[in-house]
């Protein structure tokens, strides 16, 4: 079954700081990775969708990579703004499992004033 | 209205109540899908349908029942439910050919006392 991890579970930083969250997946036989921003009590809103043929995907000040073989992703935030406090949970589809889709428990984001 | 709708968005039941949790998609999906978010736990994929067909069911309590009329409409009939099963409950759709992205509606915020 593939596991999807999230490090770390939270991450509090300075207004303008880039950032880099981390997404890892235990079976690299998979269909698509997507990000995700959540807002408390809110549901998930897409940032970003790589394919398995691909290697990144950029949207603004967003950039999210793909490393297949290593099983991992990023989400890279460039100058961060209070705006971009949120949850931000990663999900993938594997290969096998037809329409199934594997969340991991988030990285939740502060960005201080 | 655009994109994935739930109503309602905030439910108090009583565990002998019966409920029913609607969602609806404006995206011209084909595939939609029922998850559960509980405090500190990864998404959980409860029921999946494709061109309403319901094709993954993760052992879900029969207590509660999805319904999917068309593919435009998902629904999920809850009773006598438990104390445990209070969460957030999130619709899902996506197209099921091409880029397979996932779009979430609000979700409904359910209370069982």
């Known amino acids: 079954k593939q596991e999807v991890t999230q490090i770390p579970a939270a991450l509090s930083v300075p207004e303008g700081e880039n950032l880099v969250l981390n997404c890892s997946f235990t079976?690299?036989?998979?269909?698509?990775l997507q990000w995700f921003r959540q807002d408390p009590g809110k549901g998930l809103t897409s940032l970003l969708l790589i394919q398995s043929s691909q290697r990144e995907q950029t949207s603004g000040r967003l950039n999210a990579s793909l490393d297949k073989s290593s099983g991992r992703s990023t989400l890279y935030i460039a100058a961060s703004q209070p705006g971009d406090s949120a949850t931000y949970l990663c999900a993938v589809r594997p290969k096998w499992t037809g329409n199934q889709f594997y969340f991991g428990t988030g990285t939740s984001l502060t960005v201080i004033p | 209205e655009t994109g994935v709708t739930q109503t309602p968005r905030h439910l108090v039941m009583g565990m002998t109540n019966k409920k029913s949790l609607k969602c609806e998609q404006h995206?011209?999906?084909?595939?939609m899908y029922w998850y559960k978010q509980s405090a500190k736990k990864p998404l959980e994929l409860m029921f999946v349908?494709?061109?309403?067909?319901?094709?993954e069911n993760n052992s879900v309590p029969s207590r509660f029942s999805p319904e999917c009329p068309n593919s435009s409409h998902l629904f999920l009939h809850l009773h006598t439910l438990q104390p445990e099963d209070s969460a957030l409950y999130l619709c899902?759709?996506?197209?099921?050919?091409?880029?397979?992205?996932?779009?979430f509606g609000p979700g409904t915020r359910l209370t069982v006392l």
């Open positions: 995206l011209g999906h084909n595939a």
């Open positions: 349908y494709n061109f309403k067909e319901q094709t």
């Open positions: 079976d690299s036989a998979i269909y698509n």
């Open positions: 899902a759709s996506s197209q099921d050919e091409g880029r397979n992205e996932q779009f």
